[in-house]
């Protein structure tokens, strides 16, 4: 064995360094040909999935694992678009709610993330998984999503490893970022069509019969029968208030989609909120009863009151409108540790089989609503919308003894935590 420079060499030893440099070296370029395959894949507009799925497989030649993803930021969970391995699926993949795992470590810290020896019992097979790596994709400051790739083998990935991952998910912002715009922009063009729609036809509808009658009381009031002419009175009050409660959520649906919702969060007495507001639908809908029911000592809640009234009115509403007349309309405020919940009940039509988070859908009418009454689905996307602007979250659902329930949550206000407010 021959000594060159202090250092033992031989044949095979150098015929080995010269492997894992050529190695290396390999998947350097086949790492920087992927991030311009990703660059040009984005600009041929394909869809963000294919895009996305094309990395995670390429990805696989470059650094071995058991199973990867590709997952998005949807709100406050994760959703999966790309998976490799065991992982991989026909369909949109699941959604993964915030918690203390390393992926939403990444996410939270926008760095990559390794952990070499995951005590967890997944498995890929009959072998557990005992390595994972997570890369965030990130615009800017903020995180887009992740790539994640896990093995069986314990402290698989290496800092090499790791940092390839970094370059490939930095490369994947720009079509994330392109998709999310490209949406953006499509939602936008949607909502300004559905918007002319519901002017064209919601607007039209109580105007005309507001002026078609005032007319008529401005022509005939003083031979009329007094009950004919009561009846008109009511008819265009009726039409008026429809009028008014659908120019209000115009104008939060138009501030939301540009993104100028601004909300003022202030202590509001929702006790007192909801019997004015139950007083009032209560003479509204004579052939309704509406019930309040309201503990003792119910605490401020944090929001702002024109909204939360809004919020409120639409369901009363709603609950009414699709009720058979006679019926109950309840609304029951509860307080639980830091937050207040106002359920609105009914014994109407009920929910139908689609999901009830499909309710609160831009635009969307259940079949059986249609049917039965006149609207422009945009109600409650609209209380959606302000109660999670305000820190609250909404629902919907079947009641079991008949008819819905609908209901939303606001934080409520410690003034002990509030120095502005004391």
Not at 49 to 76: C, N, W
Not at 343 to 350: A, Y
Not at 388 to 416: C, H, K, N
Request: charged content about 25%.
């Amino acid at each position: 064995m021959a000594q060159t420079s202090g250092r033992l060499t031989s044949p095979g030893i150098d015929r080995l360094v010269a492997d894992v440099e050529e190695a290396q070296a390999g998947r350097t370029l086949a790492a920087a040909q992927l991030v311009l395959d990703i660059a040009t894949a984005a600009s041929a507009e394909p869809s963000l999935d294919t895009v996305l799925q094309m990395a995670l497989d390429r990805l696989a030649d470059i650094v071995e694992f058991s199973r990867g993803s590709v997952s998005l930021i949807e709100g406050d969970t994760l959703s999966v678009r790309a998976s490799s391995g065991s992982r991989r699926r026909s369909t949109s993949g699941p959604r993964i709610a915030q918690g203390k795992s390393p992926r939403w470590t990444v996410i939270r810290e926008l760095r990559p993330v390794r952990v070499d020896n995951v005590r967890r019992r997944v498995s890929t097979g009959s072998r557990p998984i005992r390595s994972w790596l997570g890369a965030p994709i990130v615009r800017g400051d903020e995180a887009l999503g992740l790539v994640e790739l896990e093995s069986t083998t314990p402290a698989w990935f290496s800092d090499a490893d790791e940092g390839l991952v970094a370059t490939v998910t930095q490369a994947l912002a720009g079509p994330v970022d392109i998709a999310e715009r490209y949406e953006a922009a499509q939602r936008a063009l949607e909502l300004r069509e559905a918007f002319t729609g519901v002017i064209s036809h919601e607007l039209r509808t109580p105007i005309t019969t507001i002026y078609g009658m005032s007319q008529v009381l401005r022509q005939r009031h003083r031979t009329m029968d007094p009950n004919a002419l009561g009846q008109m009175i009511e008819d265009i009050e009726g039409e008026a208030d429809r009028l008014r409660r659908l120019a209000e959520d115009l104008l939060v649906l138009s501030r939301t989609e540009s993104g100028r919702l601004e909300v003022t969060l202030d202590p509001v007495l929702i006790g007192h909120l909801v019997r004015r507001r139950v007083a009032d639908e209560a003479a509204h809908w004579p052939a309704h009863r509406f019930v309040a029911e309201i503990p003792p000592g119910v605490g401020l809640v944090l929001g702002e009151e024109m909204y939360v009234e809004q919020v409120l009115q639409n369901l009363l509403s709603n609950a009414a409108k699709y009720s058979p007349a006679g019926s109950e309309v309840r609304v029951v405020v509860e307080q639980t540790i830091g937050e207040l919940s106002v359920r609105v009940l009914d014994e109407g039509m009920g929910i139908a089989d689609e999901a009830p988070e499909q309710l609160f859908a831009l635009f969307y009418r259940s079949p059986n609503a249609a049917r039965q009454a006149a609207g422009a689905g945009i109600g409650l996307f609209v209380c959606r919308q302000l109660i999670e602007s305000m820190g609250g979250r909404i629902w919907a659902r079947r009641r079991d003894t008949g008819g819905s329930e609908f209901g939303f949550t606001l934080p409520v206000l410690d003034p002990d935590t509030d120095d502005e407010l004391t």
